[in-house]
């Protein structure tokens, strides 16, 4: 294994007539057993690692939920609305279910946004763990596209709205090809404006990309298997002393941080399941009636807020997908021979004001288009895009790094204890 540089294999020996019999013709539980049980684990992760798990979870729970709510809703922009309010009112348990839902795409994009600054502090991008980076952000593309659609399944006014905004931005594209941009816009739809139909193939959509989605995160879990995980240090597995198996030692503390975020969760979720939706979205799509102030979900914000920093539109559509899209080219931005913030003085306070501008554009993006929450957003778009343009290449390359310890062993038990343990080296 090219990560963690153990010889890894599984410990897994069947033990009645069956399962050797099994094992012997399909060994599937042994490769279970291999990448779930025996698997290396770096002895120091902390609890931010956990939200991988978190995630996973997250993403079984939408798929469950989803596949119910799809037996009783009707896409129909006459309809809509209406069975939203029926699933919540009439079907046994449907409050439940609609609540988690909802309020598990929250959660959902909320571990989601964690995990990728976890993965920004530690360096989880760099060498060999490129592929995993960009399987990644591959996964928060498709569930940004999975959100938006599912967001105009209630038919509210702020679904049709925010179709109707997000889908006409498309249309910018006329400045580049003439008609190329209404054409996308018009397919979108389905017709010349946002309609039953348009709801219908977002519907269809919605219901299929989860399963994309899992299939990445199949990949994405193969590729942390292959180079093994980061870890705090920054620094790989190179001894049996450096690793812990995944289980029990990783899977328990993955329970203690998911049974944390599943009290965050569950209290939203029964006590204040329309407190992260809008108000709007609560009254039937009108197509007559434009509400004051089109707003999309909480984490659409950020790049909503760097869409109106710019003046042009197509340059705000430009800009809004490339504030993603740059992600993808992280592992080359970044100069720096050290993985880990922890050990980079000067990057890390650039590190914590990248943090900060993106906190900031989310709260810019709820506000309305006025002079000055428009121009402290394209201060903060500068900067977002100046930290991995400008900070990156030049911070990493000037730095001078702190001294990165030997071992994962030695930032645990210190110098004079994994010297002890060196005989252990494999």
């Known amino acids: 294994m090219a990560g963690h540089g153990l010889p890894h294999g599984s410990t897994y020996e069947p033990t009645t007539a069956f399962g050797k019999w099994l094992d012997a013709r399909l060994p599937i539980t042994r490769m279970l057993y291999a990448q779930a049980v025996d698997f290396p684990t770096p002895r120091n992760l902390n609890y931010w690692w956990t939200f991988g798990g978190i995630l996973s979870f997250f993403l079984v729970a939408q798929i469950v939920t989803g596949v119910v709510l799809a037996m009783h809703y009707q896409p129909s922009a006459a309809a809509a609305f209406d069975s939203v309010e029926a699933i919540r009112r009439d079907v046994n348990f449907g409050w439940l279910i609609r609540n988690l839902h909802a309020v598990g795409a929250s959660m959902f994009f909320l571990a989601g946004y964690i995990h990728i600054f976890r993965g920004l502090y530690y360096g989880s991008y760099k060498a060999p763990r490129e592929v995993l980076w960009i399987i990644g952000v591959l996964i928060f593309l498709v569930m940004m596209a999975t959100a938006f659609m599912g967001y105009s399944l209630p038919w509210g006014q702020m679904?049709?709205?925010?179709?109707?905004?997000?889908?006409?931005?498309?249309?910018?594209?006329?400045?580049?090809?003439?008609?190329?941009?209404?054409?996308?816009?018009?397919?979108?739809?389905?017709?010349?404006?946002?309609?039953?139909?348009?709801?219908?193939?977002?519907?269809?959509?919605?219901?299929?990309?989860p399963f994309v989605l899992a299939g990445l995160v199949g990949l994405h879990l193969w590729a942390l298997h292959v180079v093994g995980q980061n870890s705090p240090t920054g620094l790989d597995i190179k001894t049996a002393s450096d690793a812990v198996p995944f289980t029990p030692f990783a899977t328990s503390k993955d329970a203690v941080g998911m049974f944390a975020f599943l009290l965050l969760f569950c209290w939203f979720a029964f006590f204040l399941p329309d407190y992260l939706g809008?108000?709007?979205?609560?009254?039937?799509?009108?197509?007559?009636?434009?509400?004051?102030?089109?707003?999309?979900?909480?984490?659409?914000?950020?790049?909503?807020?760097?869409?109106?920093?710019?003046?042009?539109?197509?340059?705000?559509?430009?800009?809004?997908?490339?504030?993603?899209?740059?992600?993808?080219?992280?592992?080359?931005?970044?100069?720096?021979?050290?993985?880990?913030?922890?050990?980079?003085?000067?990057?890390?306070?650039?590190?914590?004001?990248?943090?900060?501008?993106?906190?900031?554009?989310?709260?810019?993006?709820?506000?309305?288009?006025?002079a000055e929450y428009v121009f402290w957003a394209r201060v903060f778009t500068i900067y977002y895009f100046a930290h991995f343009l400008i900070v990156m290449p030049l911070v990493g390359w000037l730095e001078t790094p702190l001294k990165v310890p030997g071992s994962i062993t030695e930032a645990v038990l210190g110098k004079s204890q994994s010297a002890k343990l060196a005989p252990a080296k494999s």
């Open 159 to 209: 679904s049709l709205w925010g179709v109707t905004v997000i889908t006409n931005l498309f249309s910018s594209l006329d400045s580049i090809w003439k008609g190329l941009g209404t054409t996308i816009v018009e397919w979108l739809w389905g017709g010349y404006s946002v309609s039953g139909t348009t709801l219908n193939r977002f519907y269809s959509l919605h219901y299929l990309l």
């Open 278 to 370: 809008h108000a709007d979205n609560y009254t039937p799509a009108n197509p007559l009636v434009t509400p004051p102030h089109i707003v999309p979900e909480w984490y659409f914000l950020p790049f909503y807020a760097i869409l109106r920093a710019i003046p042009s539109k197509l340059g705000g559509v430009i800009a809004m997908f490339a504030a993603i899209a740059i992600l993808l080219f992280v592992p080359w931005l970044d100069t720096s021979k050290v993985r880990s913030t922890k050990y980079r003085p000067v990057y890390r306070w650039f590190f914590w004001l990248f943090a900060f501008s993106a906190v900031a554009l989310g709260w810019l993006g709820s506000k309305p288009p006025e």
